[in-house]
């Protein structure tokens, strides 16, 4: 579904992504793992097309990514993207009118097993809420991947449960979900594969089911990976 080939980035003079190659499929979810200062982010943005890469080439089914290909795409970034003077009604509003893949029902239903109000500003939110509603907005976009950057960051470890639960819920096998975390021990029990960075490059790129064969589990695999880092 989704191919990058020789993918390079670099921000002034520090190479962020070094000839990149990675393959994802329909029907998986991936974690994307590492330390931070690895590339994560920035590959993230790029096969969210929010950024350009500086040299390399990105296919989405089959196609070279251009524009309208993001409207297939949730993307949940790792920080608020909407005004804080902006209201979630707002929000509601800006997706509805920008993605035609934009499923408003399901949206509304989400924000309502989160109990938040559609009158609430964007400022008055926790952390938690926020992420919430971005995840809300991203899983209620009826397309093929959902990139989601750190979710679980600033919800409570029952709140998480929660969130897990949404993602799992709202996930078809005709899609895939690349997930960027730190919280490796939450996300373990979703993922079917696994992808290690490190200096802008993939070091590992293994099936969860091939690491508990081998009486490992993700968070044992990443330890064992970077060690202090």
């Known amino acids: 579904m989704i191919k990058l080939t020789n993918i390079n980035k670099s921000y002034k003079e520090k190479r962020v992504l070094n000839n990149l190659n990675l393959q994802i499929n329909k029907g998986e979810i991936i974690g994307l793992l590492a330390p931070n200062a690895e590339g994560k982010s920035t590959l993230l943005k790029i096969i969210g097309g929010h950024i350009s890469m500086d040299s390399g080439e990105y296919t989405f089914n089959g196609e070279t990514f251009n524009h309208t290909h993001k409207e297939f795409i949730g993307y949940m970034n790792d920080s608020s993207i909407i005004p804080s003077y902006w209201r979630i009604k707002h929000s509601i509003e800006y997706y509805r009118n920008n993605f035609n893949t934009f499923n408003e029902k399901k949206c509304m239903d989400i924000l309502e097993k989160f109990k938040l109000d559609l009158d609430r500003k964007i400022k008055s939110l926790s952390k938690g809420e ?100």
Request: net charge negative; aromatic share 4%.
């Open 130 to 229: 926020s992420e919430k509603l971005h995840l809300a907005l991203s899983i209620s976009v009826e397309g093929q991947l959902y990139i989601m950057d750190e979710p679980l960051a600033a919800i409570d470890l029952i709140g998480r449960d929660d969130v897990i639960k949404m993602i799992l819920e709202n996930f078809s096998l005709d899609s895939s979900i690349i997930i960027a975390s730190h919280l490796v021990s939450d996300i373990e029990k979703m993922l079917d594969r696994v992808i290690l960075l490190r200096d802008g490059e993939i070091i590992e790129n293994v099936l969860v089911e091939d690491l508990r064969s081998n009486g490992k589990s993700v968070v044992s695999f990443y330890r064992e990976v970077y060690g202090n880092a």
